[in-house]
């Protein structure tokens, strides 16, 4: 029987799809573990449903808290598994993945320190660079990007490089109520475009990442990944009241849902 070759997103080698690689996106230690869809439509119905508003009512009545009943009512109502062992791709050869794995350990740290600015600091700068690369590395598994030829590659590669002037940005949020809906910590990806370019979309647990072809739009407060390499980095927490590009996203994504 013979294979489809498929071209590794960073080295450019062609390769069976069983000698690729299989990889998380985000890593599975940072939130990728068991996925799963809000079904909105089955949303929808539920809160405008009699039954649905009576037990909610009676439970809240009982003393139990608001999320623990909103909580529960997803998990076993409104939600389906759709990655039980995580959300993975085929873009990477082993080679490639496992290479980038280092980068990943490096973001790890990062993330279990919640990207506190106060701890960060403290990282050597060639930590703080492999952070950055681990979350550049991430967009090349992101499907809505699998036709972009991005021009980071050699910044990836090259483990000893500092400088990336390409003209692809990275900015990221630290997640906060008013990035989640229902506190459901989406971690879905995706892709939206402006007259000023494109803007994609991945996230894990902690964070939101948008990789971006222009400068973002002044009135989006988030912060710039290369600014982790300054000692007093500011975090942006949230995404305001306009909800960002996150928003934005999520927005297309759940009606594309409930109409595809
Ligand atoms: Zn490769």
Request: proline share 2%.
């Amino acid at each position: 029987m013979a294979t489809t070759e498929v071209k590794c997103k960073l080295c450019g080698m062609h390769y069976s799809k069983e000698e690729m690689s299989d990889e998380h996106y985000p890593a599975r230690s940072v939130g990728n573990e068991d996925i799963v869809a809000l079904d909105i439509v089955k949303m929808i119905d539920s809160f405008q449903s009699e039954e649905m508003r009576n037990d909610v009512l009676k439970r809240l009545s009982t003393g139990e808290s608001t999320d623990n009943v909103l909580g529960d009512i997803f998990d076993t109502k409104l939600s389906k598994s759709i990655y039980p062992t995580g959300r993975t791709a085929r873009t990477l050869c082993r080679k490639c993945n496992t290479f980038l794995g280092k980068y990943d350990a490096a973001y790890l740290k990062f993330f279990l320190l919640d990207g506190e600015p106060k701890k960060i600091k403290g990282f050597k700068e060639s930590t703080k660079l492999q952070i950055i690369k681990s979350i550049f590395g991430k967009f090349l598994s992101v499907p809505e990007a699998k036709n972009e030829e991005f021009d980071f590659l050699n910044f990836l590669k090259d483990e000893s490089e500092t400088k990336y002037s390409g003209k692809w940005r990275l900015y990221f949020v630290k997640r906060d109520f008013s990035t989640d809906l229902l506190g459901l910590n989406d971690i879905g990806t995706g892709k939206i475009t402006f007259d000023e370019g494109i803007v994609y979309e991945l996230s894990d647990d902690k964070f939101i990442f948008n990789l971006m072809n222009f400068e973002k739009h002044s009135c989006f407060l988030m912060t710039n990944i290369f600014a982790i390499l300054n000692r007093n980095y500011v975090l942006v927490k949230g995404v305001g009241n306009d909800g960002g590009y996150h928003a934005q996203i999520l927005m297309m994504r759940l009606f594309q849902n409930m109409y595809g």
